[in-house]
């Protein structure tokens, strides 16, 4: 960390002694962050505050992604992964047999997994009772293995569909063997943006309620903020404050992850000047101030699918604790251009982690360590 007067010198003396001192930072205070030019400055004090919590720990999960399927009655502009119905191309929709298959495959080749990760678009068709089935049948199989899957978005729709509340979704979920949620579909608060983005789609108040609720049945949640495509940075910080808010009330979101817009094959398109690599420092000023505004919640995820491995290496200095895993199959993210790698082996994982000065930490899908790395 610099001293009190180079802080001093850059107009962040007071966020400064606030960050030393463990007092909350305001609405202001984030907005500062983002337009202090000195990205050192900033990414040190977010350094301070994710040691603080973990120390030299950097979190990974042995992990498998399954999305069931791409047809998804919204109609998002950002999203390169949607497709209107099974018979678009390049649609699909994996029965219940493929997915654990699926599992299978991937608990054999990496000898234990210690999460599925399970999300899909929300199909006009699929019920409550094919979820509640599929979770009874990896459970069956896999006792051990928690299961995160379905984002509020998909919560919501499931309960449309099905004509009963979130709640009752939730409950069902949960006992037929949902151990965590991804935090998927939080997309961008600010309700003018939203509804540009995605209008169709659980609206803020929903989303956080939803959240709220799972934490009140003792699931755990994450949470997330795409950004980098038509936002202010003042919406940027309303985002963060109303997870922060959320939070104080329910206390069940374990993660935050910042999600950088990818831009290829998705109806929205930004100039170049400000899209793509270039924006990679943004996306590091993005992980400090969220580290820095959300200090109620515990973990905040470099996702190496999105941010690439590079830049999620850096994102560890600042402010960043977790990797996410070894992923296996994605979509969402390579289907707008990711350039990162499909998959990452456990070990490929740990040197990333150790070769950026870090302690590698293996964890679950509900973020209790387990054994560390060698
Ligand atoms: O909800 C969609 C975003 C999310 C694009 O909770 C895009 O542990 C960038 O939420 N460019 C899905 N992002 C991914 C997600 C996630 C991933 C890993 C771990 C967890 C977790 C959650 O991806 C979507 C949306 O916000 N997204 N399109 C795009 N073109």
């Known amino acids: 960390m610099f001293t009190a007067e180079y802080y001093d010198a850059r107009g962040l003396l007071s966020i400064y002694k606030k960050v030393t001192s463990g007092e909350r930072l305001n609405f202001e205070d984030g907005i500062g962050l983002f337009n202090c030019p000195d990205l050192a400055a900033v990414g040190a004090l977010a350094h301070h505050a994710r040691t603080a919590l973990h120390g030299d720990a950097v979190y990974y999960v042995v992990n498998r992604q399954i999305n069931y399927t791409n047809v998804c009655v919204n109609n998002c502009i950002f999203c390169a992964f949607r497709r209107d119905s099974e018979s678009d191309d390049g649609a699909f929709a994996l029965s219940a047999q493929d997915i654990l298959q699926r599992v299978r495959a991937a608990h054999d080749s990496l000898s234990r997994l210690d999460e599925l990760h399970i999300v899909g678009g929300c199909h006009p068709a699929?019920?409550?009772?094919?979820?509640?089935?599929?979770?009874?049948?990896?459970?069956?199989?896999?006792?051990?293995?928690?299961?995160?899957?379905?984002?509020?978005?998909?919560?919501?729709?499931?309960?449309?569909?099905?004509?009963?509340?979130?709640?009752?979704?939730?409950?069902r979920l949960k006992a037929a063997g949902l151990a965590m949620m991804p935090g998927g579909g939080a997309e961008i608060f600010d309700e003018n943006l939203r509804t540009r983005l995605c209008p169709r789609k659980a609206d803020a108040e929903d989303w956080l309620r939803i959240s709220g609720e799972a934490h009140s049945l003792g699931i755990k949640t994450n949470c997330t903020m795409l950004f980098g495509h038509l936002e202010t940075c003042a919406q940027r910080v309303d985002h963060l404050c109303r997870l922060r808010e959320q939070q104080d009330k329910s206390g069940g979101f374990a993660c935050f992850i910042p999600l950088p817009f990818l831009m290829e094959n998705s109806a929205l398109k930004l100039p170049e000047a400000q899209s793509g690599q270039i924006r990679g420092l943004d996306q590091l000023r993005t992980v400090a101030v969220a580290r820095l505004m959300l200090d109620n919640i515990p973990h905040i995820k470099a996702y190496w699918v999105m941010l690439g491995e590079k830049t999620a290496q850096t994102a560890l200095w600042y402010g960043a604790d977790d990797l996410d895993g070894t992923i296996i199959e994605e979509h969402i993210g390579h289907m707008a251009g990711a350039h990162s790698a499909n998959g990452m082996t456990l070990r490929e994982l740990e040197s990333m982690i150790r070769l950026s000065g870090f302690r590698p930490v293996r964890r679950n899908a509900v973020f209790d360590a387990l054994e560390s790395g060698q």
């Open 126 to 171: 699929l019920p409550l009772s094919w979820f509640e089935a599929l979770l009874r049948a990896v459970c069956g199989d896999y006792p051990d293995l928690p299961i995160k899957a379905f984002t509020p978005v998909e919560i919501a729709h499931f309960a449309k569909l099905a004509g009963i509340s979130t709640h009752t979704v939730l409950q």
